[in-house]
């Protein structure tokens, strides 16, 4: 049974927690979604255990943040909590070359990682966005995707070992640098995707790869999210190289960005129901680029009224990869937008992408959608043209319309950003009762006062 929650004597606490972090690192904690009463920021393992031992003893809840890129409200806190920032905690503490292992603290950034690894010739083997703020503590507890997963897998897949402290303040070390281990329970995994409210991720072993030498891009205008899955098999059995990232942007989405850019080319004209990008990696420029006219080519007998642009330098290969990553265009379009993040199996998603357009204009004529997202795994995007939130109706009729086909074919409402407070509502309804059952088991063994980022995942 969880402890009833506490009125702390806040003058107490904060002499407390400066106590430990420094009074410099214990703030009063301001902003529209953070109403705790201090933000407090230590600089080590030790010190963030001293911090959740002191909560713990006085009934004061925890709100972990990282680098507040989150999308489903999971860094909310209310008055009689506190926010413990991993800010302080951002140094990389060895990179092992020939192991293309790392082992970072939690406040480290992801595009940090990118340039440290990248003087060895690696990478983390993941790569989003929001890359120069979304720190890797709180990439692991949202099971981070991003756009290489469907080669490196999710950041489940990237983490050998970890540190973490749990809700009484008692510190989980299995800091492993190697692949196979068999000794017990891997419990890593539990705070992977938990978004804090199993304890608070500190340090992270993190496997990385080789980057490529060389990588050729090239933007298709299909006539079909099918026409896409063809041209990406193709990339995928292509005897050169590797398909490094495959993303899907559909008409009005690409139409956004291309106009807010100010992008334009004469020979590609915007007029094609879905737009893919394909980028292939390996080692000799020369045959990456041949690699990738192949493709065009092939795409083009199978479907002649298809356009393409080839990226003739590095220019103008970031240049067509800004029309993808340029999501902030979406909310400058259109305040607060409602977004989702789904993944659907990717023999469904043409289906799927018209039921949803044809089932939100249903509901009113006046919503639709912008999707975009990662093809090669099926991850969609979806962020609608409205500005703020929706009603409470019609929200629920939205996620009626965009939720209801994914469990019965295998798909997932959350495929990247999380629960947080935004979709736990949904997790009780669209989740086996079975899997709610184990989740809330584990929540009440680790975290029984209820005290680790409440109200998020699970009620």
């Known amino acids: ?27 009063d904690a301001v902003g529209p979604d953070h109403m705790a009463d201090f933000l407090v920021l230590p600089g080590s393992t030790a010190e963030v255990a001293a911090v959740v031992t002191i909560c713990h003893a006085q009934g004061v809840s925890i709100v972990p943040q990282g680098g507040h890129t989150g999308l489903v409200g999971g860094c909310q806190s209310h008055p009689g909590q506190i926010v413990l920032s991993l800010t302080r905690m951002a140094q990389i503490e060895a990179i092992y070359p020939d192991e293309r292992v790392a082992v970072v603290q939690a406040g480290v950034a992801l595009e940090i990682l990118q340039n440290a690894a990248l003087a060895y010739g690696l990478e983390p083997g993941i790569d989003l966005a929001a890359r120069g703020t979304a720190t890797i503590g709180g990439m692991v507890s949202t099971n981070a995707g991003g756009i290489m997963a469907h080669r490196y ?33 891997d419990l890593k995994h539990l705070f992977v995707g938990a978004e804090g409210t199993l304890g608070i991720v500190t340090r992270v072993v993190l496997k990385l790869e080789p980057v490529p030498q060389s990588t050729a891009t090239v933007m298709l205008g299909l006539p079909s999210a099918a026409a896409a899955l063809e041209a990406i098999s193709l990339a995928l059995r292509s005897d050169v190289g590797h398909l490094r990232a495959a993303e899907g942007l559909w008409q009005p989405y690409i139409q956004l960005t291309a106009r807010a850019q100010g992008w334009a080319e004469p020979s590609f004209p915007l007029d094609q129901p879905i737009c893919l990008l394909l980028m292939l990696g390996g080692g000799n420029q020369a045959d990456l680029t041949e690699a990738i006219e192949q493709i065009f080519g092939a795409t083009l007998d199978r479907h002649p009224t298809a356009t393409g642009i080839i990226a003739a330098s590095q220019r103008q290969e970031a240049d067509l990869w800004r029309l993808r990553e340029d999501t902030d265009q979406l909310y400058r379009a259109h305040p607060g937008a409602p977004s989702y993040d789904v993944s659907v199996p990717l023999s469904e998603i043409g289906a799927y992408v018209d039921h949803v357009v044809n089932g939100l204009a249903g509901i009113d004529g006046g919503i639709a959608p912008f999707v975009f997202g990662h093809l090669a795994d099926g991850n969609l995007h979806i962020v609608l043209n409205r500005n703020g939130p929706l009603t ?55 975290d029984p006062d209820r005290l680790m980022n409440p109200g998020k995942v699970l009620p």
């Open 153 to 185: 897998g999710v950041m489940r897949h990237r983490v050998l070992g970890m540190e973490a402290v749990l809700p009484d303040g008692t510190i989980y070390s299995d800091m492993t640098r190697v692949v196979k281990n068999t000794a017990g329970y």
């Open 1 to 27: 049974m969880a402890r009833p929650p506490s009125t702390p004597d806040l003058q107490a606490l904060r002499h407390a927690l400066s106590a430990v972090v420094g009074a410099p690192y214990v703030r």
């Open 392 to 446: 409470a109706d019609l929200s629920r009729a939205v996620e009626e319309v965009l939720y209801t086909p994914l469990r019965a074919f295998g798909g997932s409402f959350s495929a990247e950003h999380g629960v947080g407070v935004k979709r736990m509502s949904y997790l009780g309804t669209a989740t086996d009762p079975g899997k709610l059952r184990a989740m809330a088991l584990v929540k009440q063994a680790l």
